[in-house]
């Protein structure tokens, strides 16, 4: 079986390539086929060298190349590409042996006009040639790791992960699971490839799960655009402040790689907010400058427009008021794009020129019970013909995305199904199988095959994830100081590696103030130092060179784009019967697929006893998805009306509410003081009377 992967501009290339893999597949012969890559830049001639054809297979390797000028010497052509790759290639060891290529690169040089042939330089002159000569060369029987470290030589993949260095490794601990993990050569899967490779003119999209590798592929798509394009204008933007580090860190890593040791040009490949301001650039702000328009800030936006969608109203007005449509870049790329409505994307529309080349990565599922975009014909107002979904998953373990689409889902619960994506087949497009497919009213068991989600980590599936409950939130700071402690001491993990998410979206920033006490009072701040996502600027989160090391203290919405090995989410009760509970199993879905490794679920209260019994069921089923009747369409419009969360007026009033009565309860000093606001909220005049109506209402539910 062959992939075919790219396209060229000529187009008798592509016709050369398309009836290339024709023949190959039905051969013996396994592999992939690149077409118009690589694409080296010479900065001696300030120009491209780029190979027209790449056929990378089991069995051998050969690059074609394509003439169509007699007067070319083709010898030289061939001589020039094999040293551009031979040398590209002698900078990955795990390629080399006794100082070369432990494999041949073979030449074939196409023409359609009569070349004089010259010994030991391969040419073919017609498809038939072609075929012969290639079959010729096919005399290598790679083995998996071979085959598979070639492609990502070629891919330039080495590096897609993050190589950390871990001072103490011990044999058998999560660190040294992980430093194997991390030895692993990368390779992109043929989705990827073909997500970076696309033709950029037009509407592409980007779609996958998370942890599928959008960013990182959006980061590697530019720099290939820059490397081939230096004079263009190219934009990559994004919602979360803290990912700008990341995708800069990124596309200097690939970038470095490409072309041999470089920087990037950041005057003509800009990274930048969506929002920005004078002090931090963004997309929306740089228009504004460009136009001569009224620029809004955040605070004045929102005391204009409200608090609701404020950007997309921001958008709308500077698309009302500016002269436009101007051009200001040859290309948007566009992360967290399931952040942003149609208004933002008109700008961006409008700020390119007519080959409107815009591509846009999103979670495919971000929110279980809707897909995260609507189509690009409601977008747009058209149809799009580059779009490519990356069903692999290689960030979560198998056992961790199961985990966070059950509980997102509510799929065990004791109170029935709460969500479910609105088509059955969003399964299939992130990456579940099922035996006999799904049918709606019929029994459905959904799981992940090895080849959406790979294990690399090679850890004990049955320890990936746990579900604690806690008699109290101090016995929760106990258990997870301990962790952590283990976690450093014993398992060798550095701060890095870990991340707290407090699930309370109001109370984080007094949460972590109480966690630092507890540390205070137990001796403990000298061992274990936490710091509070985004205190320092929009774009603090991880602190890699902190000195003492820090491990990160985050709400929900601030953990969003990052990832940890070891992911701590702590107040879990806050997601469990909830008036939002549609809104609060997704939040937890996102927490849990932040991880990369290990997940551990704390949480207090009564809610806690249903989750603990939900994850039961989860192991009984053996970490798959089992539907007794998987819901109709009908059904699933049912479960959205019984399940619908608090109007937001509502949840407005009840935020409020809590606000008061934690600014009451800091007022005074008696340990009764939240008991009797309780009972003056509900209208009784003791506790006993309080707890006959709490259980009451218990029975009731």
Same mark, same amino acid.
């Given at each position: 079986?062959?992939?075919?992967?790219?396209?060229?501009?000529?187009?008798?290339?592509?016709?050369?390539?398309?009836?290339?893999?024709?023949?190959?597949?039905?051969?013996?012969?396994?592999?992939?086929?690149?077409?118009?890559?690589?694409?080296?830049?010479?900065?001696?001639?300030?120009?491209?060298?780029?190979?027209?054809?790449?056929?990378?297979?089991?069995?051998?390797?050969?690059?074609?190349?394509?003439?169509?000028?007699?007067?070319?010497?083709?010898?030289?052509?061939?001589?020039?590409?094999?040293?551009?790759?031979?040398?590209?290639?002698?900078?990955?060891?795990?390629?080399?042996?006794?100082?070369?290529?432990?494999?041949?690169?073979?030449?074939?040089?196409?023409?359609?006009?009569?070349?004089?042939?010259?010994?030991?330089?391969?040419?073919?002159?017609?498809?038939?040639?072609?075929?012969?000569?290639?079959?010729?060369?096919?005399?290598?029987?790679?083995?998996?790791?071979?085959?598979?470290?070639?492609?990502?030589?070629?891919?330039?993949?080495?590096?897609?992960?993050?190589?950390?260095? &871990?001072?103490?490794?011990?044999?058998?601990?999560?660190?040294?699971?992980?430093?194997?993990?991390?030895?692993?050569?990368?390779?992109?899967?043929?989705?990827?490839?073909?997500?970076?490779?696309?033709?950029?003119?037009?509407?592409?999209?980007?779609?996958?799960?998370?942890?599928?590798?959008?960013?990182?592929?959006?980061?590697?798509?530019?720099?290939?655009?820059?490397?081939?394009?230096?004079?263009?204008?190219?934009?990559?933007?994004?919602?979360?402040?803290?990912?700008?580090?990341?995708?800069?860190?990124?596309?200097?890593?690939?970038?470095?790689?490409?072309?041999?040791?470089?920087?990037?040009?950041?005057?003509?490949?800009?990274?930048?907010?969506?929002?920005?301001?004078?002090?931090?650039?963004?997309?929306?702000?740089?228009?504004?400058?460009?136009?001569?328009?009224?620029?809004?800030?955040?605070? &004045?936006?929102?005391?204009?427009?409200?608090?609701?969608?404020?950007?997309?109203?921001?958008?709308?007005?500077?698309?009302?008021?500016?002269?436009?449509?101007?051009?200001?870049?040859?290309?948007?790329?566009?992360?967290?794009?399931?952040?942003?409505?149609?208004?933002?994307?008109?700008?961006?529309?409008?700020?390119?020129?007519?080959? &409107?080349?815009?591509?846009?990565?999103?979670?495919?599922?971000?929110?279980?019970?809707?897909?995260?975009?609507?189509?690009?014909?409601?977008?747009?107002?058209?149809?799009?013909?580059?779009?490519?979904?990356?069903?692999?998953?290689?960030?979560?373990?198998?056992?961790?995305?199961?985990?966070?689409?059950?509980?997102?889902?509510?799929?065990?619960?004791?109170?029935?199904?709460?969500?479910?994506?609105?088509?059955?087949?969003?399964?299939?497009?992130?990456?579940?199988?099922?035996?006999?497919?799904?049918?709606?009213?019929?029994?459905?068991?959904?799981?992940?095959?090895?080849?959406?989600?790979?294990?690399?980590?090679?850890?004990?599936?049955?320890?990936?994830?746990?579900?604690?409950?806690?008699?109290?939130?101090?016995?929760?700071?106990?258990?997870?100081?301990?962790?952590?402690?283990?976690?450093?001491?014993?398992?060798?993990?550095?701060?890095?590696?870990?991340?707290?998410?407090?699930?309370?979206?109001?109370?984080?920033?007094?949460?972590?103030?109480?966690?630092?006490?507890?540390?205070?009072?137990?001796?403990?701040?000298?061992?274990?130092?936490?710091?509070?996502?985004?205190?320092?600027?929009?774009?603090?989160?991880?602190?890699?060179?902190?000195?003492?090391?820090?491990?990160?203290?985050?709400?929900?919405?601030?953990?969003?784009?990052?990832?940890?090995?070891?992911?701590?989410?702590?107040?879990?009760?806050?997601?469990?019967?909830?008036?939002?509970?549609?809104?609060?199993?997704?939040?937890?879905?996102?927490?849990?697929? &932040?991880?990369?490794?290990?997940?551990?679920?704390?949480?207090?209260?009564?809610?806690?006893?249903?989750?603990?019994?939900?994850?039961?069921?989860?192991?009984?089923?053996?970490?798959?998805?089992?539907?007794?009747?998987?819901?109709?369409?009908?059904?699933?419009?049912?479960?959205?009306?019984?399940?619908?969360?608090?109007?937001?007026?509502?949840?407005?009033?009840?935020?409020?509410?809590?606000?008061?009565?934690?600014?009451?309860?800091?007022?005074?000093?008696?340990?009764?003081?939240?008991?009797?606001?309780?009972?003056?909220?509900?209208?009784?005049?003791?506790?006993?009377?309080?707890?006959?109506?709490?259980?009451?209402?218990?029975?009731?539910?």
């Amino acid at each position: 079986m062959f992939n075919l992967i790219g396209k060229h501009t000529n187009d008798r290339i592509n016709e050369i390539a398309n009836s290339l893999i024709n023949f190959l597949q039905k051969t013996a012969l396994n592999g992939e086929i690149y077409v118009g890559y690589p694409i080296f830049y010479d900065p001696i001639s300030c120009s491209e060298v780029r190979i027209d054809i790449l056929v990378v297979s089991y069995s051998g390797v050969v690059i074609i190349n394509y003439i169509d000028d007699v007067t070319l010497d083709y010898t030289e052509l061939q001589d020039r590409l094999y040293n551009k790759v031979d040398s590209k290639l002698r900078n990955y060891d795990f390629l080399v042996k006794k100082r070369k290529l432990f494999f041949d690169i073979s030449q074939i040089t196409y023409s359609e006009k009569k070349v004089q042939p010259i010994d030991e330089y391969y040419i073919a002159f017609s498809d038939e040639e072609l075929y012969a000569k290639i079959i010729e060369l096919m005399t290598f029987d790679f083995n998996e790791e071979q085959y598979s470290n070639i492609l990502s030589g070629f891919q330039e993949a080495y590096g897609i992960s993050k190589r950390t260095y &871990r001072p103490i490794v011990v044999p058998g601990t999560k660190s040294a699971l992980v430093n194997n993990m991390e030895k692993i050569i990368e390779r992109y899967d043929r989705n990827q490839m073909a997500a970076i490779l696309s033709d950029p003119i037009g509407i592409q999209r980007i779609r996958g799960m998370a942890g599928s590798g959008k960013t990182v592929i959006l980061a590697r798509k530019a720099v290939e655009l820059h490397t081939k394009h230096p004079e263009w204008d190219i934009i990559v933007t994004f919602n979360t402040w803290a990912l700008k580090k990341q995708i800069i860190a990124l596309i200097d890593k690939f970038y470095s790689i490409k072309n041999n040791g470089q920087k990037p040009n950041y005057k003509k490949l800009r990274v930048m907010n969506s929002w920005g301001s004078s002090r931090n650039p963004g997309v929306y702000y740089d228009i504004c400058v460009n136009t001569e328009s009224e620029y809004y800030t955040f605070s &004045r936006a929102r005391s204009a427009f409200g608090k609701k969608n404020v950007f997309e109203k921001v958008c709308a007005e500077l698309l009302k008021a500016s002269e436009l449509p101007i051009k200001l870049y040859d290309c948007i790329l566009i992360d967290e794009a399931q952040d942003f409505g149609p208004n933002f994307y008109k700008l961006c529309l409008n700020v390119l020129d007519h080959n &409107r080349r815009l591509v846009y990565a999103y979670d495919e599922l971000q929110n279980i019970n809707e897909q995260t975009m609507k189509s690009p014909e409601e977008i747009f107002g058209f149809s799009i013909q580059n779009d490519t979904p990356l069903v692999t998953t290689y960030r979560n373990q198998s056992n961790v995305i199961v985990a966070a689409h059950a509980i997102g889902m509510g799929l065990y619960s004791e109170g029935g199904l709460i969500q479910i994506p609105s088509a059955p087949d969003v399964w299939a497009s992130i990456g579940y199988e099922s035996e006999n497919g799904i049918v709606p009213g019929k029994e459905v068991t959904l799981y992940r095959p090895k080849e959406t989600s790979p294990d690399f980590l090679k850890a004990d599936a049955s320890a990936l994830v746990s579900v604690k409950k806690c008699e109290s939130f101090e016995e929760q700071l106990s258990i997870l100081t301990e962790s952590i402690l283990s976690d450093i001491e014993k398992e060798h993990l550095i701060n890095t590696d870990i991340m707290i998410i407090d699930m309370d979206s109001i109370g984080h920033e007094g949460n972590k103030n109480k966690l630092r006490n507890y540390l205070l009072e137990n001796d403990l701040l000298e061992r274990l130092h936490i710091h509070l996502a985004g205190a320092a600027s929009p774009e603090d989160f991880f602190r890699s060179e902190s000195d003492p090391p820090s491990i990160v203290y985050s709400s929900i919405n601030r953990a969003k784009g990052n990832e940890a090995y070891q992911v701590y989410i702590i107040n879990v009760q806050k997601c469990v019967n909830t008036l939002s509970a549609m809104r609060d199993r997704n939040a937890l879905f996102t927490a849990i697929t &932040r991880s990369k490794g290990w997940v551990t679920i704390l949480g207090y209260g009564f809610g806690m006893n249903e989750l603990v019994q939900e994850f039961e069921k989860i192991k009984e089923n053996e970490f798959k998805l089992y539907f007794p009747k998987y819901p109709t369409d009908d059904e699933i419009k049912d479960l959205v009306r019984n399940n619908q969360d608090i109007a937001q007026q509502d949840q407005t009033i009840l935020t409020k509410a809590r606000k008061v009565i934690e600014d009451i309860s800091k007022t005074k000093v008696e340990s009764s003081t939240k008991l009797k606001i309780a009972m003056e909220l509900f209208g009784v005049s003791s506790q006993e009377e309080l707890m006959e109506m709490l259980k009451r209402d218990d029975n009731n539910d």
